[in-house]
């Protein structure tokens, strides 16, 4: 204890007070660095922030080893500094290689500020996305079959970047697809990963449209890596899911004027309790399994 205390004491009283004050300030340069500490370390996160941060603050250090140089004459001022400058330059410049490293072409940049960078997605994990669809969109000309009811397997998850897709169930149309939208979300959701299945949807290209492509297999490895990218697609696919199937029950009516909700799925039976027995061509209020962007069974497009 003794030892400590003494050591304490020197560091404290080595030294004595200062009694007596420069009354002339330092130089420009000096303050000029103090504004740059400031300003630096108001920056944000993400590469654009760190870019901010090390610029700012590299500049800062740098001042201050002018200063030192110039000003005080203290080499060890001068090399504390000049060396912080290096440090801030060398990350500047490592954040910086990083950035161009995940720069995208037009269509995936688009796609980037449209649907990833709203949910606060970085690029570091946007470019683990994109790699894993080879960076690659894929056309589509119109009239052209993107999946065949009963014959196309279900091996990918593919998501349109441009154009509109019909969807039909023999024959009958359902429902469009639009730009941001998922072609196959509702047959990725109806399988488990080990499973296999075919569309009981025909997706037709209606003008010429552009996409991209996650292979089966290949996504689910990524999703095993990250789990923060599987929730990730896990949040996306639902949402779409959802919005197919109020597209769906936006053309559906069962009589009478009443139109089919599929939130409430028995409110009908309590609206109408003394309604005759339903024939053959209106609906039975009863959901088929398997995909859900299949109508309801027995339901017709009444209104349509």
Avoid at 86 to 97: L, W
Avoid at 175 to 202: A, C, K, M, N
Avoid at 290 to 300: I, L
Wanted: glycine fraction near 6%; include cysteine; hydrophobic fraction near 45%.
């Amino acid at each position: 204890m003794g030892e400590n205390a003494s050591f304490w004491e020197s560091l404290i009283y080595a030294h004595p007070a200062c009694t007596t004050w420069k009354q002339e300030a330092e130089g420009s340069i000096y303050h000029l660095a103090s504004i740059f500490f400031v300003v630096g370390f108001m920056g944000g996160s993400g590469f654009f922030g760190l870019l901010y941060v090390f610029s700012l603050l590299g500049l800062g250090f740098l001042c201050s080893s002018v200063w030192a140089w110039l000003d005080v004459c203290a080499a060890d001022i001068f090399s504390w500094n000049f060396a912080l400058f290096a440090i801030c330059f060398v990350q500047f410049v490592y954040v910086t290689y990083q950035v161009r490293s995940v720069a995208f072409d037009r269509e995936f940049q688009e796609l980037y500020s449209a649907l990833f960078q709203p949910l606060g997605i970085s690029l570091t994990v946007y470019r683990k996305i994109v790699l894993c669809c080879d960076a690659e969109v894929i056309t589509l000309e119109k009239e052209h079959c993107y999946a065949m009811q009963g014959k196309t397997p279900i091996d990918k998850l593919s998501l349109l970047v441009s154009g509109r897709i019909r969807v039909t169930v023999d024959g009958e149309f359902l429902h469009y697809i639009f730009p941001l939208q998922f072609l196959d979300s509702p047959e990725w959701d109806s399988l488990r990963p080990t499973e296999e299945g075919i569309f009981q949807v025909t997706l037709t290209a209606e003008t010429d449209c552009r996409y991209v492509a996650w292979r089966r297999k290949k996504l689910y490895l990524l999703f095993a890596k990250h789990r923060f990218i599987s929730r990730l697609f896990s949040i996306l696919i639902g949402s779409d899911i959802a919005e197919k199937l109020y597209a769906l029950n936006d053309r559906v009516h069962v009589g009478q004027g009443f139109r089919y909700d599929i939130r409430l799925p028995n409110f009908y039976h309590v609206a109408l309790p003394e309604s005759p027995p339903v024939p053959p061509c209106q609906p039975s209020h009863r959901l088929q399994r398997g995909s859900p962007r299949r109508k309801p069974a027995g339901v017709t497009n009444c209104g349509a």
